[in-house]
């Protein structure tokens, strides 16, 4: 019993150890499985703000694509606006909320997968809203 119990406790800090970078891909993978569902008929298949239903929209959606935009926003501001709609940021009232649909978890995932496409990446460190 207790040789399964150290067994058990060196495999959690092995997943601790590497957990970070193995979390995030899987993050963005999951991420991108959203994207698909929630955010690609106004932001586009690739993020670039074309979707179909975006066309239809009287603010064009953001570009996740955009590197030099994406990169000037932290993640807690891109947290916010998934989570409680563009309105919550003066920013445009037609992107939605989706703290009420997904899960925490799946929110970050969500955002794993927008900093994945910008480019170039968001270098390491916090960047400023505006």
Not at 1 to 29: E, N
Not at 47 to 63: E, F, Q
Not at 75 to 90: C, P, R, Y
Request: charged share 20%; aromatic share 6%.
């Amino acid at each position: 019993m207790l040789q399964r119990i150290s067994v058990l406790g060196v495999t959690f800090v092995a997943l601790a150890i590497a957990g970070p970078g193995l979390a995030r891909a899987q993050s963005a993978a999951e991420g991108q499985k959203l994207y698909m569902t929630y955010c690609s008929s106004c932001h586009g298949d690739k993020g670039r703000g074309d979707g179909a239903a975006g066309k239809a929209l009287p603010v064009k959606p953001a570009d996740h694509t955009d590197g030099k935009l994406m990169n000037s926003l932290s993640d807690e501001f891109l947290m916010t606006i998934i989570a409680k709609g563009g309105a919550a940021v003066d920013k445009s009232s037609f992107m939605p909320a989706w703290g009420g649909v997904l899960k925490d978890n799946q929110l970050q995932d969500l955002l794993a997968y927008i900093r994945s496409i910008a480019n170039p990446l968001k270098a390491s460190g916090k960047a400023k809203r505006d």
